[in-house]
């Protein structure tokens, strides 16, 4: 009770408010209301469809919501989309442009300064190991090359909050742990953070808070000192209704 009290009064952080959205007949996001403080790394998990993008893309201010409200620091975050970075599940850059000319125009679009930007830069290529490719044309990159040069472009804009859409596919296992220590650096200066994610084990270890939606709608939150043993994954199986058992038990009748 005394949390969502707090919830209720601070209004620091996002904070996103019976949030409704529908496609056509199709009802994505069912009246989801939930907040994430300032510091806070929060994974909007769900099965696939559960509308945790379409959810990020109203939090970016992509998508406009039927209706239902999403504030950053008590202001509508539309009003302030220069605080905001959005990493999209799918990535592009244009592919004439080379992954350092993007990070310049990301830069730019940002409002940095020239020599902020190559510092940033500079920063991001060390630890994303981009080095010997950075300089060529994006069309020639891998899924998770592209991957690493847009969440560069993301925390070289150093925004206020990041809403970061299935970050790990096609990231390999040392950029992946680049991305968790950006995030928790990011998160340390007060960032706010949400990401989606289908790698329940990652998330675990390094997530503070979880969200679990279903049909548009917000089935469990938690933190990650009240997971129980059987950890995130028994508890997403749970919730969701969605049990592998299941699954073993179809291919045994059949
Ligand atoms: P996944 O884990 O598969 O990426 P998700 O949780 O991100 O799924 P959304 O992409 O938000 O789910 O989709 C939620 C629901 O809205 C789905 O039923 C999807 O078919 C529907 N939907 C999403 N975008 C559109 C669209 N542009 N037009 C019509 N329906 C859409």
Known sequence: ?????EEMTDPAGLKISSLVKSYGK???VDGLSFSVGKGDIFALLGPNGAGKTTTL???SGLII????????DG???????????????EPTIFPNLS???FLRYTGRLRGLDPERIKERTLLCSKVFEMDGWLDNRSGSYSHGMIQRVVLSGAFIARPDLYVIDEPLVGLDPPAAE??????????????????????????????KRFGIIHNGSLLRSLSRGELSRGGLQ????EVTGTSPAEVSDFFRNH
Do not use: N
């Open 1 to 5: 009770m005394k949390q969502s009290l």
């Open 65 to 72: 919501p039927d209706s239902g409200s999403v504030t950053l």
């Open 26 to 28: 199709k009802t994505a």
């Open 99 to 101: 992954g350092r000319e």
């Open 234 to 237: 028994d508890l997403f199986f």
């Open 178 to 207: 680049t991305f968790w220590r950006m995030v928790e650096a990011a998160a340390a200066e007060g960032a706010v953070i949400i990401i989606s994610t289908h790698t329940l084990a990652i998330a675990s270890l390094h997530c």
């Open 57 to 59: 893309k109203m939090i």
């Open 75 to 89: 202001e509508p975050a539309g009003d302030q989309r220069q605080r905001i970075a959005y990493v999209p599940d």
